[in-house]
């Protein structure tokens, strides 16, 4: 039994803690009664509470087209319909009615699978990709030609019409006993035959090449030559898929300029445009670096005099009223670099060249780096003359 002092003690801890309990009910009711009270019709912040919420509903509700957002997960719309119209199917709607990429079986009974991540999640529909179309090789162009079989020709020249090599390289081959006509060594320089005598190189029969004409809207950085012992890139390389004949350019433009430039196995005609004596026309466009003055049009156009003799100008101008560095300019000549020497003469950096008119011959219709074969239209008239 316990002494009197410890049972008027445990009574009166028993007592407190009822007491204790009592006023942790109390506090308890108190809290809910604070929680559950109704919310004054004022904020914090002073202004009334239906305001304000309504303020808050617009900022963070915003509207997009007759639907917003909604608060509520399980309401929002996806990311798929959120601007989808009524008058327009989803993407997943489509996908789903066509065939193409429905996920059930097809007609042989077998699933279409489609290739799945290390999620094993799926990628979707695959992207058909057409294939590209390859486009047709050009015809090449047979030209007539009425050439007088009896006709004497060098023998050099025929080798080199038949695309063996040129003419300074045929002589050393005469020369050295290598070439045959008529199962005769001739070693003697400008020998003639006729197109009817038979002629072989290193005992390989050869026969004149058919004619070709090739015009190259040539772009920049290529060099004008048959072969660059720099290893630089060439417009050879441009062409070469053009035909199997060996074609060479006329003429000659800088590596930096650009514009038409005619390649033919034609010696005679290439002889004919690029002769001094013939006068062919040249048209370019130049881009300066600055402003050209008036004066110095004037003065070019009078005449330039250069180190290798005076220059004169058949017509020159400004491509535009608003561009003053754009100059047009059109000559006779076929010297070296005339065109860049001439602006050079009074203090002016070419930027730019292009050459856009070559003995009658344009680039219309021909992009840079492309090329096409003369009309027989185009080469009757470069053989008549017809082109200044």
């Given at each position: 039994m316990k002494p009197n002092n410890e049972e008027k003690h445990d009574r009166k801890s028993g007592d407190e803690s009822k007491d204790n309990s009592s006023s942790s009910n109390k506090n308890d009711n108190k809290e809910r009664k604070i929680i559950l009270?109704?919310?004054?019709?004022?904020?914090?912040?002073?202004?009334?509470?239906?305001?304000?919420?309504?303020?808050?509903?617009?900022?963070?509700?915003?509207?997009?087209?007759?639907?917003?957002?909604?608060?509520?997960?399980?309401?929002?719309?996806?990311?798929?319909?959120?601007?989808?119209?009524?008058?327009?199917?989803?993407?997943?709607?489509?996908?789903?009615?066509?065939?193409?990429?429905?996920?059930?079986?097809?007609?042989?009974?077998?699933?279409?699978?489609?290739p799945q991540n290390k999620r094993g999640e799926g990628y979707g529909p695959r992207k058909v990709i057409k294939p590209l179309i390859k486009k047709a090789p050009f015809k090449q162009i047979k030209y007539k030609e009425n050439a007088d079989p009896n006709a004497p020709i060098r023998l050099n020249k025929y080798l080199a019409n038949a695309g063996v090599c040129s003419r300074r390289e045929a002589d050393n081959y005469i020369q050295a006993g290598a070439v045959k006509v008529n199962d005769e060594v001739v070693s003697e320089l400008g020998t003639k035959i006729t197109r009817a005598d038979s002629v072989t190189f290193h005992d390989k029969p050869i026969s004149l090449e058919s004619k070709v004409y090739v015009l190259l809207n040539k772009p920049k950085g290529f060099v004008t030559t048959t072969d660059d012992p720099e290893n630089r890139k060439t417009v050879m390389d441009l062409v070469k898929s053009a035909c199997s004949e060996r074609i060479y350019p006329v003429g000659r433009l800088d590596r930096g300029t650009t514009g038409v430039l005619l390649l033919t196995n034609d010696g005679d005609l290439a002889s004919k445009l690029t002769h001094p004596r013939y006068e062919k026309r040249k048209?370019?466009?130049?881009?300066?670096?600055?402003?050209?003055?008036?004066?110095?049009?004037?003065?070019?156009?009078?005449?330039?005099?250069?180190?290798?003799?005076?220059?004169?100008?058949d017509a020159i101008s400004y491509v535009t009223e608003e561009d003053l560095t754009q100059i047009g300019i059109e000559i006779h000549s076929g010297k070296n670099r005339i065109v860049r020497r001439l602006f050079e003469k009074f203090d002016y950096r070419v930027l730019k060249l292009d050459r856009v008119y070559f003995a009658g011959l344009t680039k219309k219709n021909l992009s840079r780096g492309r090329w096409r074969y003369l009309t027989e239209k185009e080469v009757n008239m470069l053989r008549m003359g017809a082109f200044d």
């Open positions: 009270r109704k919310p004054s019709d004022r904020s914090d912040s002073g202004q009334p509470r239906q305001q304000q919420s309504s303020q808050d509903n617009r900022r963070r509700r915003p509207r997009v087209g007759e639907r917003g957002y909604s608060s509520d997960q399980r309401d929002r719309p996806s990311s798929r319909n959120r601007f989808q119209t009524s008058d327009r199917p989803s993407s997943s709607d489509r996908y789903q009615s066509s065939d193409r990429y429905s996920s059930s079986p097809d007609r042989r009974g077998q699933q279409s699978s489609y048209i370019y466009q130049v881009w300066v670096d600055k402003p050209v003055t008036t004066e110095h049009m004037q003065a070019i156009a009078d005449g330039v005099e250069l180190e290798d003799g005076e220059i004169l100008v």
